[in-house]
């Protein structure tokens, strides 16, 4: 059975979120109810320390080497924080609710 990491960590097959970033109260596969995970800050604690890194590096070496306006640097970083925020905070959430169900069923 192939599992996807934005699927049902039960079955594999039914969707995890419901929106972008909203999860689904439940498995339209096999029945799982998400409200049993933790809806801490750690995927967003995460997905802020990977971007902030990331942009942080990029924006220095881009600025050694080609010295651009501060305003290019806006134009560069902005939509690559944004984007990759939401990206890795989805993939992160989908991560911890896995990680969870594996470790923790009871509460599932």
């Known amino acids: 059975?192939?599992?996807?990491?934005?699927r049902c960590p039960r079955c594999g097959k039914g969707k995890l979120f419901?929106?972008?970033?909203?999860?689904?109260e439940r498995c339209g596969e096999c029945g799982l109810s998400f409200a049993g995970h933790e809806q801490g800050d750690g995927p967003a604690f995460?997905?802020?320390l990977i971007i902030g890194t990331?942009?942080?590096?990029?924006?220095?070496?881009?600025?050694?080497r080609y010295e651009p306006p501060f305003w290019?640097?806006?134009?560069?970083?902005?939509?690559f924080v944004v984007i990759g925020t939401l990206w890795s905070l989805r993939f992160l959430k989908a991560a911890l609710i896995s990680v969870q169900y594996r470790v923790r069923k009871q509460d599932f």
């Open 46 to 48: 995460f997905a802020i």
């Open 72 to 79: 290019l640097h806006a134009v560069i970083w902005g939509p």
């Open 54 to 64: 990331l942009a942080a590096v990029g924006a220095t070496i881009v600025e050694i």
């Open 18 to 24: 419901k929106g972008l970033l909203t999860v689904a």
């Open 1 to 6: 059975m192939s599992r996807s990491l934005f």
